[in-house]
């Protein structure tokens, strides 16, 4: 069941011009210089510490290094980071 809804979003997203981050419910990722990171549509905290941030998505995880880490804003589907960033991995599950 999961592929075939994998295949209808994946058809949606190319016949009708609909945006794939909403649509395939994948993380929105805006970088602003290496001092702010902004995360749209991921599924909750996994780690958070002063040099490492890590969220669950739909496809794995998104893991953000560096140093100096500040959470300036959390909402449940939205999050504002500040600091010194280094590094942005995408995981698997």
């Known amino acids: 069941m ?5 295949r209808l979003r994946t ?12 649509i395939l419910e ?6 602003i210089g290496n001092i702010h990171i902004y995360i749209e549509n991921h599924q909750g905290l996994d780690v958070y510490s002063e040099n490492e941030l ?13 140093t100096s880490f500040v959470l300036k ?3 449940p589907k939205e999050i ?3 600091g010194t960033i280094s590094e942005v ?5």
């Open 54 to 66: 890590k969220l669950k998505t739909n496809n794995g995880y998104v893991q953000i290094r560096g």
């Open 80 to 82: 504002l980071l500040e």
């Open 73 to 75: 804003m959390m909402l």
């Open 89 to 93: 991995k995408f995981l698997g599950n």
């Open 2 to 6: 999961a592929k075939w809804q994998q």
């Open 26 to 31: 994948m993380p929105r990722i805006t970088v």
């Open 11 to 22: 058809l949606l997203t190319e016949q009708f011009s609909l945006p794939s981050d909403i």
